[in-house]
């Protein structure tokens, strides 16, 4: 999993660190995908990777984050609040966890109060704010998948003492 990761963080972080601190990293949101059988090649073309890394599809709107999200079942997204179009990151982000169960790390130049408010509505698993370096970036990654690995297991759980107390009850 750690090399997925760091292949996912090093094709995110160029894209994201060489930008100047109050643009998004190029309008994009990035998710790092999962490799399965249905990764195709038009994911392949439209990411930067190699044979050994995570492919990456990149999303210059909300709208086109879901419908790639939808289509590849990204394990983590990384958002910049600054997107093209009528919806901001926030509100992908929010989509995303909401439709999805992906989990996002929110990458801006902005850390006013209010924006931060906006933020947590929508429970990112990081805030990252730029300039950022490749090591932030990482650490962020790393944190918020063993993170949601973590709610998913304590639901997984949940759920199952539920059917438990259920069936006794019966």
């Given at each position: 999993?750690?090399?997925?990761?760091?292949?996912?963080?090093?094709?995110?972080?160029?894209?994201?660190?060489?930008?100047a601190p109050t643009s998004g990293f190029a309008t994009s949101i990035a998710l790092p995908v999962r490799r399965t059988r249905t990764t195709t090649a038009?994911?392949?073309?439209?990411?930067?990777?190699?044979?050994?890394?995570?492919?990456?599809?990149?999303?210059?709107?909300?709208?086109e984050a879901l419908e790639l999200a939808e289509e590849f079942r990204p394990a983590l997204a990384l958002m910049d609040i600054n997107i093209r179009g009528?919806?901001?990151?926030?509100?992908?982000?929010?989509?995303?966890?909401?439709?999805?169960?992906?989990?996002?790390?929110?990458?801006?130049?902005?850390?006013?109060?209010?924006?931060?408010?906006?933020?947590?509505?929508?429970?990112?698993?990081?805030?990252?704010?730029?300039?950022?370096?490749?090591?932030?970036?990482?650490?962020?990654?790393?944190?918020?998948?063993?993170?949601?690995?973590?709610?998913?297991?304590?639901?997984?759980?949940?759920?199952?003492?539920?059917?438990?107390?259920?069936?006794?009850?019966?």
């Amino acid at each position: 999993a750690s090399s997925s990761i760091d292949a996912a963080c090093c094709a995110v972080t160029s894209s994201i660190t060489q930008t100047a601190p109050t643009s998004g990293f190029a309008t994009s949101i990035a998710l790092p995908v999962r490799r399965t059988r249905t990764t195709t090649a038009s994911a392949r073309r439209r990411s930067s990777s190699d044979s050994n890394t995570c492919p990456l599809a990149n999303a210059a709107t909300a709208a086109e984050a879901l419908e790639l999200a939808e289509e590849f079942r990204p394990a983590l997204a990384l958002m910049d609040i600054n997107i093209r179009g009528p919806h901001d990151g926030l509100y992908a982000a929010g989509e995303l966890r909401a439709r999805f169960d992906i989990p996002s790390v929110m990458v801006t130049a902005y850390s006013d109060d209010e924006t931060i408010k906006r933020s947590a509505a929508v429970q990112p698993l990081g805030y990252l704010i730029k300039p950022i370096s490749e090591r932030d970036v990482k650490a962020a990654v790393e944190v918020a998948l063993l993170k949601h690995a973590s709610d998913r297991e304590l639901k997984r759980y949940q759920l199952e003492l539920e059917a438990t107390v259920r069936e006794l009850r019966e």
